[in-house]
T-cell receptor, first 111, second 115 residues
């Protein structure tokens, strides 16, 4: 079962920042937080991951609370192409651990 | 570097036939995962393989489903005697292995329709 809780849907105005929350209150010390998105039933696309420090890449920023019980994915300037289902996943360190996809957050970017 | 390749992209089978889904991981990746996505649902893990070995098949149905990842060639997910409930999108992911991260890269999926 997924160890994360996300709101089922969110809207965001084009050009504004999209902040997608995720609750993972039972996360273990060796578990990373991964974010993926799925655009219109395509294969999930990797966005970002982190352990305890905030992370940023060309796609997004990941803010993890100090107690690691929740995180927020930030898309700084949302575009229509960011409309997708966003999944927050926690997974232990190391290869070979299956991902538990919950129901994710369906983000709609509005023109 | 080509991404994860899956073929066919769409597959139509009649009940009772066999379905074979292929997955070629990214170059340099030796770990393959298969997931299934039923309509309007999230992805569900099926099986994790390394070259010539099934490591975790805890998500695979006990009957009719099998997977392999031979030394040479793509990984194959095989569904025997398909039923309508097998209609779904099947995604393959690969990872390089050996590192701290479990970053998995997904293919475009195979959409199986059982008539």
């Amino acid at each position: 079962d997924a160890k994360t809780t996300q709101p089922p849907s969110m809207d965001c105005a084009e050009g504004r920042a999209a902040n997608l929350p995720c609750n993972h209150s039972t996360i273990s010390g060796n578990e990373y937080v991964y974010w993926y998105r799925q655009i219109h039933s395509q294969g999930p696309q990797y966005i970002i991951h982190g352990l305890k420090n905030n992370e940023t890449n060309e796609m997004a920023s990941l803010i993890i609370t100090e107690d690691r019980k929740s995180s927020t994915l930030i898309l700084p300037h949302a575009t229509l192409r960011d409309t997708a289902v966003y999944y927050c996943i926690v997974s232990p360190t190391g290869t070979g651990n299956q991902f538990y996809f919950g129901t994710g957050t369906s983000l709609t970017v509005i023109p | 570097n080509a991404g994860v390749m899956q073929n066919p992209r769409h597959l139509v089978r009649r009940r009772g036939q066999e379905a074979r889904l292929r997955c070629s991981p990214m170059k340099g990746h030796s770990h393959v995962y298969w997931y299934r996505q039923l309509p309007e649902e999230g992805l569900k893990f099926m099986v994790y393989l390394q070259k010539e070995n099934i490591i975790d098949e805890s998500g695979m149905p006990k009957e009719r489903f099998s997977a392999e990842f031979p030394k040479e060639g793509p990984s194959i997910l095989r569904i025997q005697q398909v039923v309508r409930g097998d209609s779904a999108a099947y995604f393959c992911a690969s990872s390089p292995g050996g590192g701290r991260y479990n970053e998995q890269f997904f293919g475009p999926g195979t959409r199986l329709t059982v008539l």
